[in-house]
T-cell receptor, first 111, second 115 residues
Framework: DAGVTQSPTHLIKTRGQQVTLRCSPKSGHDTVSWYQQALGQGPQFIFQ???????QRGNFPDRFSGHQFPNYSSELNVNALLLGDSALYLC??????????FGPGTRLTVT | AQKITQTQPGMFVQEKEAVTLDCTYDTSDQSYGLFWYKQPSSGEMIFLIYQGSYDEQNATEGRYSLNFQKARKSANLVISASQLGDSAMYFC????????????WGAGTKLIIKP
């Protein structure tokens, strides 16, 4: 049983560019949450997708958007990148119970 | 006010000793859940243990146990017989209510196990 997968592992972008990060949840899980973790801090909730719709959103600007596909995989898009967007982006896969399983993360560096 | 407070930025513990990582939380909801995760240097968040607010027994998972003191709003993680592989960042997180899906995280505690 494959766990949560995320791609790419690392990414370097320039200010003003756009980026797309991808996440595939665990088999049988239909909900995906995205978190941003700046260096030395705890993760911050970006949003959650369920049944292909954004169910809840954290305190992030509209530059952060997402999508969930019929197979439950998800994308996180960030437009007009800022230096402050440099962080580890974590995807969490959620099934019917309380447990949230995380992927290995995508480390985004904005220069 | 901070919803999740982890007061220990870093801890050094001798191998094979038990260690307690502190976590206090703040919520007005009656139904909530508390989580502990381990984050090695690789970055992946590894789920350790969960405690529901209505659970009467303290949660245990192998060498991990959660010392849940509801009146004090405390949810400390206890690791028994620490191992070198336990060296990592440890995060306490909370999910407030059944209709709020986000996890709110503490700042973490860096645990280093000494041989």
């Amino acid at each position: 049983d494959a766990g949560v997968t995320q791609s790419p592992t690392h990414l370097i972008k320039t200010r003003g560019q756009q980026v797309t990060l991808r996440c595939s949840p665990k088999s049988g899980h239909d909900t995906v949450s995205w978190y941003q973790q700046a260096l030395g801090q705890g993760p911050q909730f970006i949003f959650q997708y369920y049944e292909e719709e954004e169910r809840q959103r954290g305190n992030f600007p509209d530059r952060f958007s997402g999508h969930q596909f019929p197979n439950y995989s998800s994308e996180l898009n960030v437009n007009a990148l800022l230096l402050g967007d440099s962080a580890l982006y974590l995807c969490a896969s959620i099934g019917g119970s309380y447990e949230q399983y995380f992927g290995p993360g995508t480390r985004l560096t904005v220069t | 006010a901070q919803k999740i407070t982890q007061t220990q930025p870093g801890m050094f513990v001798q191998e094979k000793e038990a260690v307690t990582l502190d976590c206090t939380y703040d919520t007005s909801d009656q139904s909530y859940g508390l989580f502990w995760y381990k984050q090695p240097s690789s970055g992946e968040m590894i789920f350790l243990i969960y405690q529901g607010s209505y659970d009467e027994q303290n949660a245990t998972e192998g060498r991990y146990s959660l010392n849940f003191q509801k009146a004090r709003k405390s949810a400390n993680l206890v690791i028994s017989a620490s191992q070198l592989g336990d060296s990592a960042m440890y995060f306490c997180a909370m999910r407030e209510s059944d209709s709020n899906y986000q996890l709110i995280w503490g700042a973490g505690t860096k645990l280093i196990i000494k041989p």
